[in-house]
């Protein structure tokens, strides 16, 4: 009896104890929503591949692709989407254990980094932005999270390869 | 009470194994629509652009046959089958997002998108699926099909290819695409 209902309460909860996952995976099938996402088993089969360099920092960035969880950029030019991801974003940030890494404003644009200490110093296991504001124009905003284990040093190389906006600015964290 | 047991879990087996069977699959769609009207299909044997060299390390021999063929179904639009693509690419996404299928990344947004998944195992890849759609012009499935497909091997070919250790017979290749640009044209 005692099991059941262990089981029972577990079940009931599990969906709060999941909440402590960004979960920004309903904006992904979105019409208005333009989404970039690398898998965890993308990452893995990069690591299969034998990069060796004598680089070292080349060897640097292959280790933090290597460590890599996954990667989601979700973009939007919707209003009204754009408000919702903010909410979903303050709410994220508001529940779980995660702190502003750096804030600024750039021309119309209003960007926020914020992380999760990883397993040492300089290290992250979450990177999240959030990036809101005018382009040409437009009304547009941007959710960026990057999970794994992230060398805060690389990561904007890595940022600044996928294009990502912020990614000039995330190479002054050090 | 054993009994019941026995026939739940008898039910619960059946009922699985049947979706199972009914699960659509890439292979039931492109069979079922090869012959379709609107619908390009091309096969390509790895054979066709990867010459088998007697030279080769055996390592090397594996990795090449362990890929089989390239598959491609298009579907272009032509102005009057937009409704048609609209119904195909929700079927198509709809097979893509079974589990089986592991995504490895996507980019785009519901009218203009690309996503690459594969089948199989980390090590050993059975099927790496590239699926392209795009609202103004159509959309593509691609399939590398094989057995036991390793990237990290097939990275190492594609370097020696690089550097000039194997020769890639691309004559054929070309002349395939040559003839679907007539086709096209």
């Known amino acids: 009896m005692k099991t059941k209902t262990v089981f029972l309460l577990a079940f009931c909860f599990y969906p709060i104890l999941n909440w402590g996952q960004a979960n920004f995976t309903k904006y992904e099938s979105m019409k208005e929503v333009s989404a970039m996402v690398i898998t965890q088993n993308?990452?893995?089969?990069?690591?299969?591949?034998?990069?060796?360099?004598?680089?070292?920092?080349?060897q640097a960035y292959i280790d933090l692709i290597e460590n890599l969880n996954d990667i989601k950029v979700l973009t939007t030019?919707?209003?009204?989407?754009?408000?919702?991801?903010?909410?979903?974003?303050?709410?994220?940030?508001?529940?779980?254990?995660?702190?502003?890494?750096?804030?600024?404003?750039?021309?119309?644009?209003?960007?926020?980094?914020?992380?999760?200490?990883?397993?040492?110093?300089?290290?992250?296991?979450?990177?999240?932005?959030?990036?809101t504001g005018q382009e040409e124009g437009e009304p547009i905003t941007v959710v960026m999270s990057i999970q794994g284990d992230i060398d805060l040093k690389q990561v904007s190389k890595l940022a600044n390869d996928l294009k990502v906006p912020g990614a000039k600015q995330l190479k002054n964290i050090k | 009470m054993k009994v019941v047991f026995q026939i739940f879990l008898f039910l619960f087996l059946g009922v699985q194994l049947s979706s199972c069977n009914q699960e659509p699959t890439l292979q039931k769609y492109f069979v079922n629509h090869q012959n379709d009207e609107g619908y390009v299909m091309v096969d390509l044997p790895a054979s066709m652009f990867l010459s088998f060299n007697d030279e080769l390390a055996s390592a090397d021999q594996e990795a090449i046959e362990s890929v089989k063929k390239v598959s491609v179904l298009a579907y272009p639009l032509n102005g009057t089958n937009t409704a048609n693509y609209e119904t195909e690419v929700a079927i198509l996404n709809k097979i893509l997002s079974q589990e089986k299928y592991k995504l490895?990344?996507?980019?785009?947004?519901?009218?203009?998108?690309?996503?690459?998944?594969?089948?199989?195992?980390?090590?050993?890849?059975?099927?790496?699926?590239?699926?392209?759609?795009?609202?103004?012009?159509?959309?593509?499935?691609?399939?590398?099909?094989?057995?036991?497909?390793?990237?990290?091997?097939?990275?190492?070919?594609?370097?020696?290819?690089?550097?000039?250790?194997?020769k890639l017979n691309l004559k054929q290749f070309e002349e395939t695409l040559e003839s679907l640009d007539e086709i096209e044209s």
């Not at chain 1, 893995?44 to 080349?58: A, G, N, R, V």
Request: proline share 1%; no cysteine.
């Open chain 2, 104 to 166: 490895l990344m996507k980019i785009g947004n519901t009218t203009k998108g690309m996503r690459i998944a594969y089948l199989g195992e980390e090590k050993a890849i059975d099927e790496v699926v590239f699926f392209g759609n795009d609202g103004e012009k159509g959309f593509i499935v691609a399939r590398v099909l094989g057995k036991k497909m390793n990237v990290g091997e097939l990275m190492k070919l594609v370097g020696k290819l690089e550097n000039g250790d194997i």
């Open chain 1, 42 to 58: 993308m990452f893995k089969l990069l690591s299969e591949i034998d990069l060796d360099t004598q680089d070292q920092e080349t």
């Open chain 1, 77 to 131: 030019n919707n209003v009204e989407i754009g408000t919702e991801m903010n909410t979903d974003f303050n709410t994220y940030v508001e529940s779980s254990q995660i702190e502003e890494l750096m804030r600024f404003k750039e021309k119309s644009m209003q960007v926020k980094f914020y992380s999760k200490p990883g397993s040492q110093e300089g290290f992250v296991s979450e990177l999240l932005m959030l990036m």
